[in-house]
């Protein structure tokens, strides 16, 4: 089979849980200055609502392509307990390949995802990864693949998928977890350099490239195409997102919706993206894809249930045909 972006990594369930804006104020210490919300140690908060969904970036990826018409599939381990083996079956019934994932019985990965007024914070599990890229049929292959976030001691893994889309000429995008940014960009060097497009937020270029003065939107384009990619792609929440290609800067400002919770936003932008660019499409069209398919995120809990099918793109980009990439 030859898929027109494989997904490399893990996915996982999350689960969200809801803090009550009317009793929060009895239960916990807000600092608005400081952006944070104390639980008071061995208390019990109450919560507002939980629900379970599909998370981590490889998933939302799979899920956003196909929504867009795209054959997509995931290659790496999961656990082989009950939250991962769940995982599985939501990412087959939205169309994503999931045969060459391997399980591994007693690990598992798992995310709770406390939010607050639209924002949230992630406490992040993934178990050690496993050095086994490989296709269980043997003949698979690709047009792009999404190399992202993995576990401890996930390098041997990135190794092989590195020299795989080397040797096969496979397209890659690359959007490096909060582990890989913090290793640093020495250490992985190789990814960098093969990546056709690297998606990071605007700390993570900061902390990347060990630039102060953020303020200075192009000079992080610029250093993150310095490390090999063809296209860089920075996302600043509602600030909007930037896009670089070694001649021109542009970006793209947020299309307005309602905000329910934010997880996954960034990663819609990423699909969106993507579902512009494999097409063909222009990096102004692209962005304007990321950020509708990233507007549309906003309004749900989870980071898929928003994911945009073709016909709701469609629909967004002409509900917001005003709305543009510009020059900068």
């Given at each position: 089979?030859?898929?027109?972006?494989?997904?490399?990594?893990?996915?996982?369930?999350?689960?969200?849980?809801?803090?009550?804006?009317?009793?929060?104020?009895?239960?916990?210490?807000?600092?608005?200055?400081?952006c944070v919300i104390e639980l008071?140690?061995?208390?019990?908060?109450?919560?507002k609502s939980m629900q379970f969904e599909v998370g981590g970036n490889t998933g939302n990826n799979a899920v956003?392509?196909?929504?867009?018409?795209?054959?997509?599939?995931?290659?790496?381990?999961?656990?082989?307990?009950?939250?991962?083996?769940?995982?599985l079956e939501i990412l087959k019934k939205e169309g994503v390949n999931v045969d060459n994932v391997h399980t591994i019985p007693g690990k598992y990965g798992f995310g709770v995802v406390i939010g607050y007024q639209g924002e949230r914070t992630?406490?992040?599990?993934?178990?050690?990864?496993?050095?086994?890229?490989?296709?269980?049929?043997?003949?698979?292959?690709?047009?792009w693949t999404y190399l992202t976030t993995a576990g401890q001691?996930?390098?041997?893994?990135?190794?092989?998928?590195?020299k795989w889309v080397g040797e096969k000429g496979v397209r890659m995008a690359f959007n490096p977890g909060s582990r890989q940014v913090k290793m640093g960009v020495e250490k992985i060097k190789y990814a960098y350099e093969a990546a056709e497009i690297i998606f990071v937020n605007k700390e993570e270029a900061v902390?990347?490239?060990?630039?102060?003065?953020?303020?200075?939107i192009q000079e992080l384009l610029t250093g993150l195409k310095s490390l090999g990619p063809k296209v860089a792609v920075i996302t600043d929440g509602p600030e909007g997102a930037y896009a670089y290609d070694g001649q021109k800067y542009w970006f793209m400002p947020t299309v307005p919706a309602p905000v329910v919770e934010r997880t996954g936003a960034g990663d819609a932008f990423g699909s969106g993206f993507l579902g512009a660019f494999m097409k063909g499409l222009p990096i102004p069209e692209a962005l304007k894809w990321g950020a509708c398919n990233s507007a549309s995120v906003l309004g749900y809990v989870g980071p898929q249930a928003g994911l945009l099918n073709q016909q709701q793109m469609q629909e967004w980009l002409e509900k917001n045909r005003e709305i543009t990439a510009k020059e900068i």
């Open positions: 089979m030859e898929f027109d972006m494989l997904a490399l990594g893990p996915a996982r369930m999350d689960v969200f849980v809801n803090l009550p804006e009317e009793e929060i104020n009895e239960a916990c210490s807000i600092d608005r200055q400081r008071g140690f061995g208390d019990k908060v109450p919560v956003g392509l196909a929504r867009l018409g795209y054959k997509t599939g995931v290659l790496g381990t999961m656990g082989g307990e009950w939250v991962d083996l769940r995982a992630i406490l992040s599990y993934y178990p050690e990864s496993e050095c086994l890229f490989k296709f269980k049929s043997g003949d698979d292959t690709a047009k001691d996930f390098e041997c893994f990135y190794e092989d998928a590195v902390v990347l490239l060990n630039i102060q003065d953020s303020k200075k």
